[in-house]
């Protein structure tokens, strides 16, 4: 019997010895209808942005829900020029998840470590985050620390952004 993808990323987490807890509900699509359907309020709940620049690199950007992004100024942000979402066929073929399901969880689909996964440093500052395992219709709580030992796991060092500090600043 083949293995479904959620029951692979479940057994790697297990495996790297990460506790995760998993609830489920209702399909969502949206922040909005994730916090219909919120059943834990706890720590950091997260929104995930798959986009392209105009030469084909691809980023998995992982903000706090309520974090507004300008394309433009994140482009600039991460030196990728101007940046579009990537298309559904191209998330599949990358992430192996379908719009809706985006997930910083969803690197381990990436075999070919081809997508660059961006976390807001906003996202590691409240355990646990908040994230779909591979489908919309869960979500899993996973302690940052965690989510970056399993990112790394992949072959995907994050690169943590403050998104706070403006750009061409440095803090203090």
Partial sequence: MTSS????LFERLVALGIETET?????????????????????THVKNLFVRNK??????????EDRAVDLKELGRRIGAGHLSFGSPDRLRRHLGVEPGSVTPLSALMDTEGLVQVVLDAKVLTRDPVHCHPL???????IRGEDLVRFLRATGHEPVVLDLDVPAGTTPL
């Fill in 23 to 43: 609830v489920t509900h209702l399909p969502v699509f949206t922040v909005e209808e994730a916090k219909a359907h919120r059943v834990r309020h706890d720590g």
């Fill in 135 to 141: 489908t919309n219709d869960h979500t899993t709580a």
């Fill in 55 to 64: 030469k084909g690199a691809m980023w998995l950007v992982v903000l706090d």
């Fill in 5 to 8: 993808p959620r029951d692979v």
